[in-house]
């Protein structure tokens, strides 16, 4: 269990803001008190019920029966971030937990941000591979291409996305895109919309379709004629869902 240091007031907060949503009625149930002597040279820690606001009589407590009792709350804390995670009913969401989303999304209309001008095309299916910042402090985002608009099986290609600014492992290169740092109810709709309201200025690998092409012609001659990027026209990946999410 990991204890980090944070201010009284971040606490209680971060406390009101999580709950506010679905508890009306917030009860505070027992208290932990330190006592010492003025020097310090003597401790120790009582546990108090609450009952109607009131502290009620205590009982010494040990060091290990402070940390069992932190340990229920952080628990608690987890099995409620379980409860909404496992809450997802979207067909579109194939993983999910507290460091990884992936979803994929149906072949869409999407305006494409180009360095100097827009075109608006429409792109396959998308796969989506998000994960919490690492050890560096960097969240990370992988986005491939499906051939249909259902939800993929394990078995299912992958094709390099037909986008910009994303290399050849799916990759999406960040320059100044800033993806969210955790997993919420939100994270899909930030990450789609700091990927999209992007740039796509530099091709970073050669495969971006099957046969090559100067890649902006391409999506102009697809805006004009207002035909689909068709699955013959990407170019596979060599791997399959199972090998990018076990």
């Known amino acids: 269990m990991n204890i980090k240091e944070v201010s009284t007031s971040s606490l209680m907060e971060s406390f009101m803001q999580s709950t506010i949503e679905d508890e009306k009625h917030i009860t505070s149930r027992l208290a932990l008190v330190v006592h010492s002597n003025n020097s310090g040279s003597t401790s120790c820690i009582t546990r108090h019920p609450i009952e109607n606001w009131r502290l009620g009589l205590g009982e010494v407590i040990s060091v290990s029966d402070v940390v069992n009792e932190l340990s229920?709350?952080?628990?608690?804390?987890?099995?409620?971030?379980?409860?909404?995670?496992?809450?997802?009913?979207?067909?579109n969401i194939l993983v999910k937990n507290n460091k990884t989303l992936v979803w994929h999304t149906p072949r869409q209309s999407r305006k494409l941000y180009l360095t100097k001008d827009s075109v608006t095309v429409?792109?396959?299916?998308?796969?989506?591979?998000?994960?919490?910042p690492n050890r560096s402090g960097t969240p990370w985002l992988q986005v491939f291409a499906l051939a249909a608009n259902k939800?993929?099986?394990?078995?299912?290609?992958?094709?390099?996305?037909p986008l910009m600014n994303i290399y050849s492992d799916g990759?999406?290169?960040l320059g100044n895109i800033k993806l969210p740092?955790?997993?919420?109810?939100?994270?899909i709709e930030q990450?789609?919309?700091?990927?999209?309201?992007?740039?796509?200025?530099?091709?970073?690998?050669s495969h971006l379709t099957r046969k090559q092409v100067n890649i902006e012609a391409f999506y102009k001659q697809k805006e004009k004629t207002g035909k689909n990027i068709l699955t013959t026209e990407l170019m596979p990946t060599g791997k399959h869902l199972v090998d990018v999410i076990g």
């Open 181 to 187: 740092t955790k997993v919420t109810s939100q994270t």
């Open 151 to 161: 939800r993929p099986k394990l078995t299912a290609k992958l094709y390099h996305a």
């Open 171 to 173: 990759r999406l290169c």
């Open 122 to 132: 429409t792109v396959p299916p998308l796969l989506y591979i998000y994960k919490t």
């Open 72 to 91: 229920k709350i952080d628990d608690l804390s987890e099995a409620n971030d379980n409860d909404w995670r496992e809450s997802y009913t979207d067909e």
């Open 191 to 205: 990450v789609e919309k700091e990927f999209f309201y992007s740039r796509f200025t530099h091709p970073n690998h």
